[in-house]
C-alpha cells in the first residue's frame, strides 16, 4: 500500500489512504508480510475473507467463514533472507576516530559512512531543546540527556495510548458480522458490516419444519380435482397420481425416401425418376407471400418485391413474383441459401417476363465455403441480358451452372433498372433449382413443404373436460369415473352402519324369541318371519268374536276377524 502522505506505513496509516471510518478495517488486495502487519488493524481481503495477526506476529488468523485459517507462508521471506545471505559484500570499512562526526548518506540501495571531525553540534533545528547533548573534547566525548525534554516526550506517548486496542471480539447474527474493540483505557467500539459469502456452520431448517408443518395441518377436502398442464400434457388428481398424455401434434420427417409421421408409422416413397432430385428452392411458385425471398440477402426486407396475378400467367388466376425498380441501377431479390455439392453441375430453371422498358436481367448463383462469413465469396453469372427476357407471354428458361468451391449459396435475381421515367416489372415463378444438366418440368421442394407443414398451426388440440364424474375429451368419447368417497364420509358411514347393524341385530332376536322370527343360518340376520307371524303397524282396535286362529290383531278399518277374546278360568 503506497501513499503520498504517509508513505504507506502499515503500522499507522494515515486518513488520507484508511478513511475514518474504516480505521479498524483496513481493505487490501492481499496480505502484507506478518512483519509489516498491524495487530491494531483487520484487512478486509477483495473476497471477503477478514484477516487479523496473531499475537506473536507469526501468522493471519481468518476471523470470518467456515474455512480453514490462512496461516502465514514465510517461504518467500525466507528465501530473500537466502538471498541476502548470498549476496557479495560490497561494503568498505570507514575508521571512526573519536572527536569525528559521522554522516549517513543513501544513493539508492547504496549507504555511505562518512566520519569528519565534529566542530559543532546543532541541537535546535528543530526548535526544541534536544534530549541528548554532544559535547565533544579531546580526552572523550560528553553526552548529557535532557531529562525534561524526555518526560514531555513520555507525556505524548502517554496521551496516545488510550486508542490502542487490547482486544477483539468476533460475533455473527445472519449475515451480519460484529466487531467489538476492546481499547487500553476500557472502553469498547463496535463495528458492523454484512458478509454474505460466507457459510453458515449449521443448516438451519426451522423454516422448511414450519412449512411442513403447515402442509400436515393443512385440511383436506375430501373431493379430488383434476388439472391438465397443456404445456406438459400431464394429466394430475389431487391426492393422487398423474399420466402424460400423448403429444396430439404430430409432424411429418423425410429421411432419404423414408417418410415418417410422429406418433404413428412409416412409408417409402418411391425412387427418383426426375434428375436432380428435390427442389432447393423454398416458397418458389404460387406464393402467398415473400417468405424466404429478401433484398441482397434473404433475411433483409424487400420492399421492391411483392405478388401479382397476371394474364399471362394461369389466366391471372396464381400469383407471381414482381420485382420493380424505378432508377438506373440494379434492384435484387435473393433467395433463402441451400447446401451444394462442390465442382458439381446444377440446373437453374425460371419462368419470367416483364415490361419493355427493363434495361435488362441478371440471374446469380452466390457460393461460399463453409465457415466462411461473407455472404458470399464465389460469383457465378447465370445470365445476363440488356433487354426484356420476354413482354408477350411467359418465357421458361433453363442454364446450368458449376458450383466450383462453393458448400452452400443461393440464387440472386436482378432487375438491372428502368428505361425511362416509369417502373420496370419483372414478373417471375417456378424457381427450380437442382443437381444435373437435364431439362425438366417444375417441381416443387419435398422437404419445404414438409417443413412448412410441420410449422403449421395445429387447430386438432383436445382439451379434457369433467363434468359431475363424467370425463370427456374434445372430439372424442366420454369416461363415468368412480364415485369418490373420502375417508372422512367413509368412517362415519361405517359407524351409522355399525349402529343400524346392532339395533337391526337387537330386534330379530326379539322376534326370534317370541317366535315370529325363523332362523335358518349360522347368524340372526339369515332367516325370515314365519307365514302367520307379521309385524303391525297403525291403530289397533279390539274386536270379539271366534277365537279361531286364523286372524291377528286388527290394524285396519276392514272387518277383517280378530283373535281378541276374553273370560275366566
Known amino acids: 500500500m503506497g501513499c503520498y502522505t504517509c508513505g504507506g506505513n502499515p503500522n499507522t496509516w494515515c486518513n488520507k489512504c484508511m478513511p475514518a471510518e474504516d480505521t479498524w478495517v483496513a481493505p487490501v488486495d492481499k496480505l502484507p508480510d506478518v512483519f509489516m502487519g498491524d495487530r491494531d488493524h483487520m484487512y478486509l481481503l477483495p473476497n471477503g475473507d477478514l484477516f487479523i495477526l496473531s499475537p506473536d506476529r507469526t501468522r493471519w488468523i481468518k476471523v470470518n467463514g467456515t474455512g480453514n485459517a490462512t496461516a502465514y507462508d514465510d517461504a518467500e521471506l525466507k528465501k530473500r533472507i537466502t538471498d541476502l545471505e548470498a549476496k557479495s559484500d560490497k561494503d568498505t570499512v570507514t575508521t571512526v576516530r573519536q572527536g569525528d562526526r559521522v554522516t549517513v548518506t543513501k544513493d539508492g540501495n547504496d549507504y555511505t559512512v562518512s566520519a569528519n571531525p565534529i566542530k559543532a553540534v546543532n541541537t535546535t533545528e528543530d526548535g526544541k531543546e534536544p534530549l541528548v547533548t554532544l559535547t565533544p573534547n579531546a580526552s572523550g566525548d560528553t553526552l548529557t540527556l535532557n531529562s525534561t525534554r524526555l518526560a514531555q516526550e513520555i507525556a505524548k506517548v502517554q496521551s496516545k495510548a488510550d486508542n490502542f486496542v487490547s482486544g477483539v471480539d468476533v460475533s455473527r447474527e445472519g449475515n451480519k458480522v460484529k466487531l467489538t474493540y476492546t481499547f487500553v483505557d476500557g472502553t469498547s467500539k463496535e463495528v458492523e458490516f454484512e458478509d454474505k459469502d460466507t457459510v453458515a456452520l449449521a443448516y438451519d431448517d426451522t423454516a422448511l419444519k414450519a412449512r411442513v408443518k403447515a402442509l400436515e395441518d393443512k385440511p383436506t377436502s375430501g373431493k379430488q380435482q383434476l388439472s391438465l398442464d397443456n ?250 369415473l368412480p364415485q369418490y368417497v373420502s375417508p372422512q364420509e367413509f368412517t362415519t358411514l361405517k359407524n351409522e352402519y355399525n349402529q343400524l347393524k346392532g339395533a337391526f341385530e337387537k330386534l330379530l332376536q326379539d322376534l326370534k324369541g317370541s317366535g315370529a322370527w325363523n332362523q335358518t343360518g349360522g347368524n340372526i340376520f339369515e332367516g325370515s318371519l314365519r307365514p302367520d307371524r307379521h309385524i303391525a303397524t297403525g291403530n289397533i282396535n279390539l274386536f270379539g268374536g271366534t277365537v279361531d286362529g286364523n286372524a291377528f290383531i286388527r290394524t285396519n278399518n276392514g272387518k277383517t276377524e280378530n283373535d281378541l277374546a276374553g273370560g275366566i278360568n
Not at 261 to 278: F, K, Q
Request: net charge neutral; glycine share 8%; aromatic share 10%.
Open 231 to 480: 404445456n406438459t400434457r400431464r394429466l394430475s388428481i389431487s391426492d393422487g397420481n398423474n399420466v402424460t398424455l400423448p403429444n396430439d401434434k404430430q409432424t411429418l420427417s423425410l429421411e432419404g425416401r423414408k417418410l415418417s409421421i410422429s406418433n404413428g408409422n412409416s412409408v417409402m416413397l418411391p425412387e427418383d425418376t426426375v434428375d436432380g432430385g428435390d427442389n432447393l428452392i423454398c416458397n418458389s411458385v404460387f406464393p402467398t407471400s415473400t417468405t424466404g425471398w429478401g433484398y441482397w440477402t434473404s433475411d433483409q426486407e424487400n420492399t421492391k418485391l411483392s405478388l401479382s396475378k397476371h394474364s399471362f400467367y394461369y389466366n391471372n388466376t396464381e400469383n407471381m413474383f414482381v420485382l420493380s425498380n424505378n432508377t438506373q441501377t440494379s434492384v435484387p431479390a435473393s433467395s433463402t441459401r441451400f447446401k451444394v455439392k462442390r465442382n458439381t453441375k446444377y440446373s437453374f430453371n425460371i419462368a419470367l417476363f416483364s415490361t419493355g422498358n427493363i434495361k435488362g436481367v441478371t440471374l446469380y448463383f452466390l457460393g461460399r465455403q463453409t465457415g466462411q462469413t461473407s455472404h458470399f465469396t464465389n460469383i457465378v453469372t447465370i445470365k445476363d441480358t440488356n433487354n426484356s427476357p420476354s413482354t408477350t407471354g411467359v418465357y421458361n428458361f433453363h442454364a446450368t451452372f458449376d458450383t466450383g468451391g462453393s458448400d452452400e449459396g443461393y440464387i440472386r435475381i436482378d432487375n438491372k433498372g428502368t428505361n425511362n421515367s416509369s417502373d420496370s416489372l419483372l414478373f417471375f415463378s417456378e424457381i427450380d433449382v437442382y443437381e444435373g444438366t437435364s431439362p425438366r418440368a417444375y417441381n416443387p421442394s419435398m422437404k419445404c413443404a414438409l417443413k412448412a407443414l410441420n410449422n403449421k398451426e395445429d387447430k386438432d388440440k383436445q382439451t379434457l373436460t369433467l363434468s359431475g364424474n363424467t370425463l370427456s375429451i374434445s372430439n372424442g368419447n366420454s369416461v363415468n
